[in-house]
């Protein structure tokens, strides 16, 4: 099975075109300036600077994170998306200068690493476990992959490569032994490897997972050297799991660790399994998936709980309040839920994909496009978040920067990357896998799917195929024309020539409750319209929102909101709230609580904090 390529998908809908729109034209001219510092009042950048100390331009100091180039390498890829859709001459021409400005700072060698180059080129491969080097070089390689799938260029695509057999000389059977404390550079390598179809870097991501968690663990011996220095001094306390080497890749079991290396690190071992047709390797994939999506995943498509190292914690810990669940996390577990509906096609893995876009990753970017959240918290009190240190990495408004602003271009890079994620072929099957407005024309096959509201048409033009539709999980699919149903997908039988077929999908109103083991969900209620999770915000409901009481069979109204996109109405309903007139002076009481009648006004969990700084909540107390 593959995707079709986004090159061959129009997207035509009315939200998601919207956000294509917005990144194309206000997100990333915005982050061009961003990189290059010309923002006021955000937080500095420097990315393009160090390129340019690199490369010899500028006499400057070395500024920000020790992986500070992947922004400009996201950036790139994310324009490369939008160059493979329609053409843009101006970020086509912002790129070519980076590009050329990047081949200026790689080393004779084909070491390009701007930390290392400028700060400490004498400790090239000496950490591993913090350095980031092997991670910069992944992202340079899906950067320099996708621009040439986009435009033809090859200049950024040879520049990868040169790094890439520097690498290749460097470690391996052999070798150098070693594997990246940030993995990355195993799923860029294997893309570099279906654009090339050269075996070495296949067999170079195969020997970096292969290594991994096997016999005497390399960080261990890095940091036990004399003149090693931390570069996080949080590290020095972290263990083995954390970087995911507690065990070999075959026989982890559950998510552990840093969320996003963890995203990464799985969505390589996905890729290898189904390229080498490793079932070990994806009986492995097959648990880890698993033991996410079901003990360790927010509600809202969130992982990684934990402020401290932005990890995975054990099951069923899932607080609330201080939840991490980075971005750039849940856009990793996008990532790895549609390499494991190319492993096994279950349509489960797309309802996981969506959960996570229609959420977290939304929520990640305001409707302006100038502003972003790192961490995506289920539940904020500005007050408190104010004065508890505890919850210092909670942010009660989306910022225009960040000093580590990995999650920005990530989300850029995702969101323009969405039309190739709607379709897939095997063969002569065909699957709809997200139901969005788009058009796709690949060889002799025509496809359009056009939508009204819930209302869709299903034009296709072509010979006899087999057309599966997914049907999502909390949404109910009506047809006259379309009735067989298979493992969750709806069968259409096209027997060639052009035939519309129409349907309806409605998505359907749930209250959900978390598993009894999930003590910060106890006794509370969420809602959930199609894929979307609701919350409830300050600025529309009584304060304050710890005081209401939702109803177990509560009936809901959707109400249009003029500020919302098509699609995503407002939820309605009558509840309760506790009165608060009687605990005047009193902290606990053994008196009964007065229950006054509420209507709860519900908005989209991804639409929070567009109208100014607002308590929130998603989980409302059970009545």
Known sequence: MEFVPLADVKLDDAMWSRQFALVRDVVLPYMWEILNDRIENAEKSHCIENFKIAAGRSSDRYYGVVFLDTDLYKWIEAVSYCLSVEKKDELESFCDAAIKLIAEAQQPDGYLDTYYTIVAPDKRWSNLMEGHELYCAGHLIEAAVAYYKATGKDTLLKISRRFADLIDLTFGPNKRRGYPGHPEIELALIRLYEVTKEKKYLDLAGYFLNERGVGENIFTEECTKEDHAFIFPDMAHFKADYFQTQAPVREQCCASGHAVRAMYLYCAMADYARLTHDPELEKACLRLYENTTSRQMYVTGGVGAAKLGERFTSDFDLPADSAYAETCASIGLMLFSSRMWLLNGKKSNYDIWEQALYNTVLSGMGRDGHHFFYVNPLEVVPQTVAHNPMLSHVKTQRQKWFSVACCPPNLARIL????????????????????????????????????????????????????????????????DQIAAQDDGYFIIQHAGGKQEYSYSLIPQVRILKAHPSVSAAAG??????????????????????????????????EVKGDWLDENMPILKTVGYSVSVKSWDQLLYSSQSCVYESREITLIPYSQWGNRGENEMRVWLTEK
């Open 416 to 479: 323009t990357s969405i039309p190739g994620y709607i379709y897939a072929l095997d063969g002569d099957r065909l699957y709809i896998l997200s139901h969005l407005g788009s058009s796709l024309k690949k060889g002799g096959l025509y496809v359009n799917l056009a939508r009204k509201g819930d209302d869709y048409t299903l034009t296709i033009d072509g010979g006899p195929r087999e057309v599966c539709l997914r049907l999502p999980e909390n949404s109910k699919l009506i047809s």
């Open 524 to 557: 509370k209620l969420c809602v959930q319209r199609g894929e979307t999770i609701y919350c409830a915000e300050q600025i529309d409901n009584a304060s304050p929102l710890s005081a209401l009481r939702l109803p177990g069979d509560a009936v809901f109204s």
